[in-house]
């Protein structure tokens, strides 16, 4: 039995002299965290990758994806252990931006890429970056991609064919004008013995984004037509009235299932053909043929939202550098190539060529799986995440239908209007007993708003006093002076 | 007449009687039977969505008896078979060594601090009994175990955190105090070595408290996931049951991304090859407990006939 142990013991040093040994490459070795299923070909690719970076940088790169679910858990450890690694995804969402800054997980970039990622720099507007920009320092580069978000309504293709009214649907101009296009699709899920429903979730009517508000935290906006940046409370203002009396009207004329679903069931759903409109989703170039790629449906859709450039927006997908790195010039550096190198990202995003892809047609970028592979899933190599390690409008097109919708997307992110509150982020730490009370008070009051099922004649009432006594004002105040100093300081 | 109605009326104060005598005897039957089926009908949900056409299950919901008999998720799964059955092999070589190292080591501590003979008895028994009480947390244990031990993505790492458990240690402990001494004193008289006397007096003597622990132990191994999380990253190491928790952690991750990162992502594994994979995990441990658990069970209980 002790000599089991002993040989197990041994085995575990055994492992970590292998480690070792790895290390002591003479060129420094990056290692870069991301979340993803690891890929069965990784070592082909990060040798690439390795041999592409020593010609250029003098570095090689070691790629530990960690399991989505594993990745928010594994990050953190690493980052509380305080161990040695370079770059990491980061975001408001997974692996959080904001916490890997306070608790200064995370080198402040602006000095580093104006000396080591000039092209990474320019890539984007002045204002662009200001988003990333956290109590005064940049502290992660932005992976380049869709910035805003034109929400607009998903139709399928032959429910708008059959009832005839694609003019009606092209011209949308205000999500309240749905309703006789929502009337025209009732009557015919009526007649068709398939569909259920016109639409699975009415609640995406109440998002702030698509009546022309920035949304920030906890039931607070701003007009983003606004230059004074006043902080209202959401649930208080016309728009939201307006939206919840529409919803819940959709709700008691039966369009949408009564019980709540979640992404998951409303997807579901959709892929199993039992409902007709997807209300509020994002329309962007390629969208239609992602949508159909992704379920089988094809679709025509509508963006009525005008494109509004958010921090939340332009933050959604980021690349760090860790403050336990060894060579932050080297890790900035390797983020200038991946960002503004079409050879160097499409290796790290796509695989090899000849053993992952190969060109469909090289003229418009466009890919295939290689070696007749059915697809990209069956080559080794297929993180299916272009937007995780850089700037996406730079990667090959992997869908005929895809073409094309880059320079769109870019053209659209050029073309938006920007927030009052671009690049402002709201410090909590001075009302976080409020803002406590305030998420306690979402799920009561506010979802059943939300999803229509109250009147809101008494649910709005209800939900603002809730929200006053959960402290909101409070809340608002603080956001507001924190947003008039920010402006001040602005110029 | 009169004896004929008073005959109808006693058959009829029979028969309640008779129903009520049935109702009394087996109430107990009935209630732990609705309480079992309660407990089975999830599981035959699993079994049936397993095979239910992925299209019918979002359109029908979840039924005892498949809506549309489909065996579409096996294929899907059976597709890359060596996943789940690396899992497996993973998960049973873990579960047998650490279960094995792991009541060895403890008894052997558990012996040394019940002997009231052993110098160091007090201030390792405080050892133990303190960390029940008090740990460093979660940073300063995976610092431990990748920085010092450096067992990361090591299937060591697995092991190594459920050899010793203190309160096992301690209900050990208890069980060997109740071996008189005189008989420790016997072997010694008789040439007996510490060693031979732990091996051949105490253990023997201790096997169901060794029993329970064991049982418990593997338990530990079989059911952790946690260790997984924190320690390991290369799937060819991964427990069978961290892979279901990736499984259906990574389903909800992508469904998060795209909701809030306006971002698309790949094909996501649908509801039944979830719940395929599900069975695949726990329908051969199941079947496995059933045929064993007789001698579990005595194992178990065994401690209380003596």
């Not at chain 1, 607009?152 to 101009?173: C, K």
Request: proline content about 6%; aromatic content about 12%; glycine content about 6%.
């Amino acid at each position: 039995m002790k000599k089991l142990f002993a040989i197990l013991v041994f085995v575990g040093l055994l492992f970590a002299m292998v480690g070792g040994l790895a290390a002591q490459d003479e060129l420094p070795t990056l290692i870069y965290y991301f979340p993803g299923s690891p890929q069965t070909d990784v070592a082909t690719v990060q040798e690439a990758l390795s041999d592409y970076l020593a010609e250029r940088i003098g570095a090689r790169i070691e790629l530990r994806a960690i399991d989505w679910g594993a990745f928010d858990s594994q990050i953190g450890l690493i980052n509380a252990a305080g161990e040695e690694y370079d770059l990491a995804f980061t975001a408001p969402w997974i692996n959080n931006y904001f916490t890997n800054v306070s608790e200064e997980y995370l080198l402040p970039l602006d000095d580093l890429i104006a000396e080591y990622a000039p092209g990474l720099w320019a890539s984007m507007t002045p204002e662009t970056w200001e988003a990333a920009r956290v109590a005064g320092s940049i502290y992660a580069a932005i992976n380049q991609q869709i910035f805003v978000k034109p929400f607009g309504p998903y139709i399928r293709q032959d429910v708008l064919d059959a009832i005839g009214m694609s003019d009606e649907f092209n011209s949308l101009t205000s999500f309240e004008d749905l309703d006789p296009l929502l009337e025209a699709v009732q009557a015919y899920v009526d007649e068709d013995p398939t569909l259920e429903y016109v639409t699975y979730g009415l609640s995406g009517l109440s998002i702030p984004e698509i009546w022309g508000y920035d949304p920030q935290d906890f039931f607070l906006a701003v007009r983003t037509d606004d230059e004074t940046a006043q902080v209202v409370i959401w649930p208080e203002t016309d728009e939201y009235s307006r939206a919840a009396e529409m919803i819940h009207r959709y709700y008691e004329a039966g369009y949408a299932p009564t019980d709540v679903s979640n992404w998951a069931e409303a997807d579901a759903a959709w892929q199993a053909g039992q409902y007709a409109v997807r209300l509020v989703d994002i329309v962007k170039p390629g969208g239609n043929a992602e949508v159909e790629a992704r379920w089988g449906v094809p679709v025509y859709s509508h963006a009525i939202a005008e494109p509004v450039l958010t921090t939340g927006g332009v933050i959604a997908t980021l690349t760090g550098v860790s403050s336990t790195s060894q060579h932050p010039e080297l890790a900035v550096q390797f983020l200038d190539l991946v960002n503004t190198d079409p050879v160097f990202y499409n290796l790290l995003a796509k695989g090899l060529e000849g053993t992952h892809w190969e060109w469909a047609a090289q003229d418009d970028l466009l890919i295939q799986p290689a070696n007749g592979a059915a697809s990209f899933g069956d080559t080794g190599y297929n993180p299916n995440t272009d937007w995780m390690f850089g700037n996406v409008f730079n990667a090959f097109y992997s869908d005929p239908t895809q073409v094309g919708a880059w320079p769109e997307t870019a053209e659209l992110n050029r073309n938006a209007r920007p927030s009052p509150l671009l690049g402002f982020t709201f410090d909590r730490s001075a009302v976080e007993t409020e803002i406590a009370s305030i998420s306690a008070v979402s799920a009561e009051y506010a979802d059943p708003v939300n999803q229509g099922i109250v009147d809101p004649a008494a649910g709005i009432p209800a939900l603002t006093e809730a929200l006053r006594a959960a402290g909101i004002e409070a809340v608002r105040d603080e956001m507001q002076r924190q947003v008039d100093a920010w402006l001040a300081a602005q110029g | 007449m009169a004896t004929y109605s008073q005959e109808l009326r006693e058959r009829k104060r029979r028969d309640t009687d008779a129903v009520l005598g049935w109702l009394a005897r087996n109430a107990v039957h009935i209630v732990l039977l609705i309480i079992s089926l309660l407990c089975l009908i999830p599981l035959l949900l699993i079994i049936s969505a397993s095979f239910t056409d992925e299209i019918a299950l979002t359109r029908n919901g979840y039924t005892l008896i498949p809506s549309e008999f489909s065996t579409q998720a096996y294929a899907t799964i059976f597709r890359n078979p060596t996943v789940i059955i690396g899992a497996y092999a993973i998960t049973i070589f873990v579960t047998v060594v650490g279960t094995t190292i792991g009541v060895f080591m403890m008894s052997m501590l558990a012996y040394a601090l019940s002997r009231p003979d052993f110098v160091l008895r007090k201030p390792l028994s405080f050892l133990v009994f303190f960390t029940m009480l008090f740990n460093g947390g979660i940073v300063p244990y995976y610092v431990l175990m990748t920085q010092y031990l450096r067992l990361q993505d090591s299937v060591a790492a697995l092991i190594m955190p459920y050899l010793v458990v203190a309160f096992y240690v301690l209900i050990l402990r208890t069980y060997f105090a109740t071996i008189p001494t005189d008989l420790i004193d016997a072997a010694r008289v008789d040439g007996a070595g510490e060693f031979r006397i732990f091996l051949s007096i105490a253990l023997p003597l201790a096997k169901p408290a060794i029993a329970t622990i064991a049982l418990f132990t593997a338990l530990n191994y079989w059911n952790d996931w946690t260790t997984a999380l924190y320690f390991i990253r290369d799937p060819h190491l991964f427990p069978l049951q961290y892979l279901l928790y990736i499984v259906q952690s990574n389903i909800e991750a992508m469904q998060l991304q795209s909701a809030v990162g306006n971002i698309s992502t790949g094909p996501v594994p649908t509801q039944s090859a979830r719940m395929a994979m599900a069975v695949l995990a726990t329908g051969p441990a199941a079947i496995f407990f059933l045929f064993f658990q007789r001698y579990l069970v005595r194992g178990v209980t065994l401690g209380a006939f003596k």
